[in-house]
């Protein structure tokens, strides 16, 4: 059934409105499909088998011409907490020479997925808190919805990193330079409202009301004809054009180079150990 497939399509063998694994699930609702991340425990941190099962996710629902908008999301208190760094997996779709010879890896796909290969509205549902690659994903979508209780933080300096998954490409046009580098650079704790007054999200929802209103407006899109809502993401996108394959790689560069130092090393392990840590510059 699934030999016509790539690798990373056949991830998803789920059965209609049933859960794909233990990391993600799926919904459908009339001409919506609901990704769901779905690590609550761990606050939806990216596994390698949930990173690469939302970019497949993602990848299925642009070709299938029953799906007219697509929703991620997180389940229970998080949006998604980034990397997991108490351990990834070892999960890969790709066999041990296709391993070897990918240097752009899920976090790289995310905003070329989300932005260039699916042509149909995706909307991010930010239900909690959404850090590092985890917000890298909310920003790669075309439109953002927060909970009132939803916090957004770049989380790269506290591990000693730089930006990838995009961000430092969506995140200036979404709120300008200046904004995007103090955010980036301070760290701090950014709010709903505040991120709804930087134009990071389009709205905030009261957290009780989030779940029904989050569908309700994904319902509201689809009704628009579908050809006509793809045509408009095509020459959206085009008009905001760069060379993204080149930028994500550019940044994952960066973020090798970032984890390569000492002081990322020293960072990392003051995040695990929740200590202070004094950077040396090396």
């Not at 999960?91 to 070897?100: A, K, L, N, W």
């Not at 760069?242 to 090798?256: S, T, Y």
Request: glycine share 8%; aromatic share 8%.
């Amino acid at each position: 059934m699934y030999g016509s497939l790539s690798p990373l399509t056949r991830l998803l063998t789920y059965k209609e409105d049933l859960p794909v694994s233990e990391v993600l699930s799926i919904k459908n609702d009339g001409h919506v499909r609901t990704i769901m991340l779905n690590r609550p425990e761990k606050m939806n941190a990216l596994s390698n088998e949930l990173a690469w099962g939302i970019v497949a996710a993602v990848e299925e629902a642009a070709k299938d011409d029953s799906v007219w908008v697509v929703a991620i999301t997180g389940s229970g208190n998080a949006f998604c907490s980034g990397l997991d760094l108490s351990g990834r997996g070892d999960y890969t779709p790709f066999s041990p020479q296709d391993t070897y010879l990918d240097d752009i890896s899920w976090v790289g796909r995310f905003p070329l997925v989300l932005r260039h290969i699916c042509d149909k509205p995706v909307v991010a549902g930010v239900n909690g808190v959404a850090v590092g690659a985890g917000l890298s994903l909310a920003l790669s979508a075309d439109i953002r919805m927060a909970a009132q209780s939803a916090r957004f933080i770049a989380g790269y300096p506290r591990i000693g990193a730089s930006p990838d998954g995009g961000m430092t490409w969506t995140l200036p046009q979404l709120i300008g330079y200046e904004q995007a580098m103090r955010f980036l650079l301070e760290n701090r704790t950014v709010s709903a409202d505040e991120a709804l007054s930087l134009g990071m999200v389009g709205e905030v929802v009261p957290d009780e009301q989030f779940a029904h209103r989050l569908s309700e407006y994904c319902a509201f899109l689809a009704e628009r004809p579908p050809i006509t809502a793809r045509l408009t993401k095509r020459g959206v996108t085009k008009a905001c054009a760069i060379d993204l394959e080149a930028q994500v790689r550019f940044e994952l560069a960066n973020i090798k180079r970032a984890f390569d130092s000492q002081d990322s090393k020293r960072a990392i392990k003051a995040f695990l150990e929740k200590c202070q840590v004094k950077f040396e510059g090396n």
